[in-house]
């Protein structure tokens, strides 16, 4: 049975291999749960590929059986020839793999004298998703342009939405799909929880997320706290850290970019948020031990031997546990930001009273905080010092409107009055910070009139396809254009020359904008990090010259593989030497609020 209602096809108790034909292109899809792969995973044994043009043939029980070599499989990774084998007659450079129920057929294929296992294989291209995933929704959107699709995962199935209309129609519909129960399900496997500390994250299996729930009560305590008339005293104590980090960096110094700004973004926030004796301003080293677990927290989160598949980022973990455990059993807490202490006891009232557990879940918050900011801190200023007559263009305005003093910035003036700054900081976290959320469908709902999602299901909003989808933001989508939010703050879409127009026929979908994402999720920490990102950059903008050393060149290439769960980060170091301009030596930063 074909599902001709995306271009994901998906086969259920079919005979076995089966072609077919949807807009004139062969496709094909199997699963026979008598015959085929029978994994357990499924109920049917579904197994799927992704259609393309250009297909080769073999012959399989007398029908004629169309492989794509790219395609993805649930058995293997690349096409190779198959011998020996009863469910393929013949041998082809393209064909199919065995998918015999008989154990001793499918245990292995065979190419020569070559054995690879089918479970192998499997784990492979299990593997491949998650490395290659952004890259893989950006190019099937980009290709094929529908609106929405579904894409069969492990255990079930995944609706991709790829269009701004429909994401603001899933927003909408906030309560029959959560964004709650993804929350619950990754957050403990992202920080190795317990199986009581799970069971209060995630409550009762199977039934729709509560309002009593744990993470629903915690809104009500990050989120009026994050508000932009609730920060002045947060962000006042970032601004002026961040002061201190400027003033030590010494005269035609050379520096690694990226690990420069993180590490102030990440020292900064955790004097901000957990106060003067958090576990990183005791222990230093721990801000790298925390980019370690971040780095691999996606092969952390998969549970396949942590300790030797994602050892560095268990490493991290395991290291960042111990420097909270340390905080909480030192009471660290009493001179925390509000927001952090009223967390803390909401999770001593919820049951959550190991102090290991306790300090798992500072570490997820500490995510928060730091990743998305740091990565944006630092593609900003990256792609700002890499166009001179844009860097000369902010740096004057930055001066006209925002430095009101000398060695002082107002942050009002530089959200309020600089343009051209926030349009570039829009257009970098558009372009690195793609964000791809994600609901659980509650119940069978239809949305925009037209389309049915099953009840189990998981939607995903694309936003790293939607981010360079050219039908929206125009030709240069895939290029930074540091004008696109000159006028409006959803974008324009630019004119073929890549100039922005101006007028709202040009504005681009409010919901096409997803780096902070959506509706009932929206990121409410948005406030806080709009401020540190302009802070930080304005700073480095105004006290420094820089250019880059020992080989290396200003717009690294990003990690665009990485399944999206914080900004993107650079796959190339850039060093830099700095020098401090002449007018604002010997100058601590002060930013009036």
Known sequence: MIDQSNRMLMAESCKCWSPGDVGGLALTACCSSSTCFPSPSYDHGILSIIYEPQLTTTQHDGLQLSVNPGSMWAGGSTPFAVSQCPCVQGRSTRTTRCLSKNTSDRAYH????????????????????????????????????????????????????????????????????????????????????????????????????????????????VNPSLLPQNIHGASRTQLDYFGGVIANVKDGSEIDLFRFVRRAITAASMVTFFGPDNPFEKHPELVEDFWDWEGGNVAYMAGIFPSIFARQAARGLEACVNGFQEYIEKEGYDNAYKVVQDRYQLHLREGITDVRELAK?????????????????????????????????????????????????????????????????????????????????????????????????????????????????????????????????????TNPDGSVPEGKAHFVHPAAFRSFGGGASLCPGRHFAHMEVLALAAVIIMNFDMEPVNGTAWNPPADVQRIPIGAQKPLAPLDIKVQVRKEFEGVKWEMKL
């Open 110 to 221: 065979w190419d020569g004298n070559r054995r690879v296992s089918i479970y192998q294989g499997y784990l492979v291209r299990c593997t491949e998703m998650l490395l290659h995933f952004t890259r893989m929704l950006t190019l099937a959107s980009r290709k094929h342009k529908h609106p929405i699709f579904t894409m069969p995962m492990l255990t079930g199935r995944t609706y991709i939405v790829a269009d701004p209309a429909l994401c603001a129609a899933v927003q909408k519909a906030s309560t029959a799909l959560s964004f709650d129960p993804i929350v619950a399900e990754i957050t403990p496997r992202l920080i190795g929880s317990n199986e009581h500390t799970t069971r209060i994250i995630r409550g009762t299996p199977g039934k729709v997320m509560e309002s009593t729930n744990i993470v629903k009560k915690a809104h009500h305590i």
């Open 361 to 493: 879940l500072e570490v997820v918050i500490a995510f928060g905080f730091n990743v998305n900011a740091a990565g944006t801190t630092f593609w900003i200023v990256d792609q700002i010092f890499s166009r001179p007559d844009l860097l000369s263009k902010i740096r004057e305005e930055i001066r006209t409107n925002a430095l009101v003093g000398h060695g002082v910035l107002s942050a009002d003036s530089l959200r309020q009055a600089c343009p051209q700054l926030n349009s570039a900081y829009r257009e970098t976290m558009r372009l690195f910070v793609p964000s791809a959320s994600a609901r659980l469908v509650n119940e069978d709902t239809i949305i925009a009139d037209t389309w049915l999602l099953r009840k189990g299901a998981v939607v995903q909003l694309a936003g790293s396809a939607i981010h360079h989808n050219q039908d929206i933001w125009g030709p240069d989508a895939d290029t930074f254009n540091p004008d696109r939010f000159l006028y409006s703050i959803s974008g324009s879409k």
